[in-house]
């Protein structure tokens, strides 16, 4: 007589704890997976902001131009260059090398700046070049998590000045920087300085 053999429940109960373990392992690591891959991306996409702001203001800083911005009446009041760290803006100046592709009829040099609103940076520009009534200037946030940004501007004198025009007695007169540093803190990249060579 031919006896059945099989398993029991006790030996089917362990059997299926051991998978339960198995599976809960296996997702745990997946999870931790994800969240590295999430983490990475994140990263990523942190730095590729970081590295398009860096550009845009590097780029911006070494082509500065020194023309002025003549007023809605054809006055030239504004200076090339307005930094205080302080205000509406953070900085205001013109600068050349404004692409042209299309072959629209304007200026090659174009008024921009860079403020912060909250803890974004943002670069704005003009569509021409001098004031315009009720013309608003076209905006890019560029930059999030900032904590602080500041410019200096070195003069002719090898001196560091925290607006410009300067104003610090005996400082040199000169309408235009040698060269500008950058630093610029971020809430998880900490301080990054750069030094721009301003082109004469």
């Given amino acids: 007589m031919n006896q059945q ?102 200026s090659n040099i174009q008024r921009v700046q860079y403020r912060l609103e909250g803890t974004a940076l943002v670069r704005e520009y ?11 200037p076209i905006k890019t946030e560029l930059l999030n998590n900032v904590e602080d940004i500041k410019f200096e501007y070195l003069d002719y004198s090898d001196q560091w000045q925290n607006q410009w025009p300067p104003i610090q007695p005996g400082s040199a007169a000169e309408e235009w920087p040698r060269a500008v540093r950058l630093r610029l803190t971020l809430k998880n990249s900490g301080e990054i300085e750069r030094l721009i060579e301003v082109a004469g």
């Fill in 5 to 106: 053999q099989g398993f029991t429940l006790l030996e089917l109960l362990v059997a299926m704890a051991i998978f339960a373990i198995i599976g809960l392992a296996a997702t745990a690591g997946l999870n931790a997976i994800i969240d590295q891959s999430t983490r990475a991306n994140q990263s990523l996409n942190e730095l590729n902001e970081l590295q398009r702001a860096v550009r845009f203001l590097t780029t911006d800083l070494y082509q500065m131009h020194p023309r002025g911005v003549r007023d809605e009446l054809g006055r030239g009041d504004e200076a090339a260059l307005l930094a205080d760290n302080q205000g509406d803006y953070l900085i205001r100046f013109s600068r050349e090398g404004w692409r042209n592709p299309a072959g629209i009829p304007r």
């Fill in 126 to 136: 003009w569509p021409v070049l001098d004031h315009t009534l009720s013309l608003e």
